[in-house]
């Protein structure tokens, strides 16, 4: 099974909820450069002064402040067994930027996964989408609901909705991957490295056709 994997896919696609069942299964870290941003913003450090601007508008952090976070956090994990990167690489600065770490530290890159989505169901799963402020369990209330109105089955805090999935800012979340992040699929594609997964269907329909592809 290819387990050194990069995610790639629109905003919503379902990154972040294949890529944590895909890590729990298979027992490899799950890392994910939006979560990790989040959680300075929350801890209020000077870093995430610089990040905070850009990431309400919808726009992405730039490469080489990026970069430099990303760096300081890979080194906190054991990639030898396998990853799945969520969020990142983001541009083809990024990607040559993964490609240049992994090397160094002599780790293969298996695959770049392609959650493909239309855009239509992405705005649904987003406008639908409601987070734990405390634990980070993520639910929808249109496909996976908590079982309290809004509340987290898990430690019952009060559920939010995420800054960012605010309309005007999802329209331009969507205008931004197309521009930038969407070209490393041709990226990936040249390397031979490209994997695609249909990503239209529920939770456990998604699951198992990638899993099938990684087993391929
Ligand atoms: P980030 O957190 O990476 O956001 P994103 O890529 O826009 O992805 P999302 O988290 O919105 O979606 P997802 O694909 O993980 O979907 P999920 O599984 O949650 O980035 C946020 C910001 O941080 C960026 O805008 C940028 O500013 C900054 N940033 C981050 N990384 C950066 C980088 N490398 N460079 C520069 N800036 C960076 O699912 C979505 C919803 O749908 C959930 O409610 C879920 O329950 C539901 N759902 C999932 N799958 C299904 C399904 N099959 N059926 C029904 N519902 C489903």
């Known amino acids: 099974m290819k387990t050194h994997l990069v995610l790639l896919g629109l905003p919503g696609a379902g990154k972040g909820t294949q890529g944590q069942m895909l890590s729990k299964k298979v027992g490899i870290p799950f890392i994910s450069s939006g979560d990790a941003l989040r959680s300075e ?40 067994k396998g990853f799945i990167f969520d969020g990142f690489p983001r541009t083809t600065h990024q990607a040559e930027f993964i490609e ?82 969407k070209p490393l699929i041709e990226y990936y594609k040249n390397k031979g490295l490209l994997v695609t997964v249909n990503a239209n269907g529920s939770v456990q329909e998604v699951f198992n056709r990638l899993e099938g592809a990684l087993n391929d």
């Open 100 to 181: 240049r770490y992994l090397r160094e530290i002599n780790v293969p890159l298996d695959a770049a996964v392609y959650l493909s989505v239309p855009d239509e169901v992405i705005i649904k799963r987003i406008s639908g989408r409601r987070v734990c402020p405390k634990c980070g369990a993520v639910y929808n209330i249109y496909y996976n609901p908590p079982k309290h109105d809004e509340i987290c089955d898990i430690c019952g805090t009060p559920l939010v909705q995420r800054e960012d999935d605010m309309p005007d800012v999802v329209k331009k979340r969507i205008e931004v991957y197309k521009k930038q992040t």
């Open 41 to 80: 913003l929350k801890k209020r450090t000077d870093i995430a002064k610089e990040f905070e601007e850009y990431m309400n508008a919808g726009l992405l952090v730039p490469d080489d402040l990026v970069e430099e976070f990303l760096e300081k956090m890979l080194k906190r994990y054991d990639l030898r």
